[in-house]
């Protein structure tokens, strides 16, 4: 399977900091980029390529901290694993948030620091996987439309975790990795994507755009080149004031051509006579 792969991450034009991290497949950046990042990986290479990005829940501490650890420890999850499968990668989620809950009680300034994360996992048989907490998305081009294929983990009002005056509450999250101040187990979000035979083309992106950019302006920004939709995604998170970190990624996979069973022939194909002299 051929993938391209572009990704850009900025603080935004409120927040002095980026709490947001993105990953593509082994590659993590969280400090504010001044243009998007192309990557390519050609039919034939092995190995599981996991493309991602995390958002530091806002107001938490350290929630810089929290989307790195969360997309390292994922990342580290996911190349020990002998089988990549819907199992197996819930459990790397799970794991992730137990991890995250342990240094965040461990260490007082890291207390109640959590993330939410979105992500695509491609393996070295063509299997994608899907898979995210909280209300980080990813979206299926198909045509000129976008489908949505996450549901958020939030709600208009409530909170997550428990209760406590030192940490700002999340507000909505229904759930997310870490960001809890007594621990309960979380229950990711995890499918295999049944590939076409054509290329798919994946959007995702952390609330920072969603919650400033409508579906119907994120549709008007694609163009052909990722580059560009990318630029003119962030543009409109701009005009709408980007009042949170802003990340985004395209990922596009084509699936090798399948190879074309050779035709049979027949003697009279040929020419030839079944009972030759």
Same mark, same amino acid.
């Given at each position: ?13 409120v ?19 001044? #243009?998007? &990042?192309?990557? /390519?990986? #050609? ?13 530091? %829940? ?8 929290? @989307?790195?650890?969360? %997309? ?6 996911? #190349? $020990?694993?002998p089988?990549?499968? =819907? #199992? ?8 992730? +948030? ?6 965040s009680?461990? $260490?007082? *300034? ?6 939410? &994360? ?9 299997? !994608? +996987?899907?898979? +995210? ?17 996450? &549901? $958020? ?19 909505? %999250? ?11 187990? &979380?229950?990711? +979000?995890? !499918? ?16 920072? %755009?969603? $919650?400033?950019?409508?579906l119907?302006?994120?549709?008007? *920004?694609? @163009? ?13 998170a ?27 022939? /027949? ?5 030839? /006579? =079944?009972?030759?002299?």
């Open positions: 399977m051929k993938i391209d792969c572009v990704a850009f991450t900025h603080n935004g034009l927040r002095s900091n980026n709490e947001d991290s993105i990953l593509c497949d082994g590659w993590m950046r969280n400090r504010q980029m001044l #243009a998007p &990042v192309r990557f /390519s990986f #050609a039919s034939g290479e092995p190995g599981t390529r996991v493309f991602a990005l995390a958002d530091g %829940l806002g107001g938490h501490s350290s929630g810089e901290v929290a @989307s790195q650890f969360a %997309l390292s420890n994922l990342c580290s999850s996911i #190349a $020990d694993m089988q990549v499968s =819907e #199992a197996s990668i819930a459990d790397a989620l799970r794991d992730a +948030h137990k991890a995250l809950f342990n240094v009680i461990a $260490d007082p *300034s890291y207390k109640g620091m959590g993330a939410t &994360v979105a992500g695509v996992i491609a393996d070295e048989t063509g299997a !994608v +996987h899907l898979f +995210h907490v909280g209300d980080s998305r990813i979206y299926r081009r198909e045509d000129r439309f976008l489908q949505l294929l996450t &549901v $958020d983990d939030r709600l208009d009002s409530g909170g997550y975790g428990e209760v406590d005056p030192d940490v700002q509450p999340t507000s909505s %999250l229904l759930q997310c990795l870490g960001g809890l101040v007594e621990f309960s187990e &979380v229950e990711p +979000h995890v !499918v295999r994507f049944e590939m076409s035979e054509l290329s798919e083309t994946f959007l995702l992106c952390s609330d920072g %755009l969603s $919650d400033m950019v409508s119907d302006e994120m549709e008007e *920004s694609f @163009s052909q080149s990722h580059d560009v939709t990318i630029r003119a995604l962030f543009d409109r701009k005009a709408a004031g980007a009042k949170d970190n802003v990340s985004i990624m395209i990922i596009e996979m084509t699936p090798d051509p399948r190879p074309q069973a050779a035709p049979s022939i /027949s003697p009279a194909d040929t020419g030839a /006579s =079944e009972n030759p002299l």
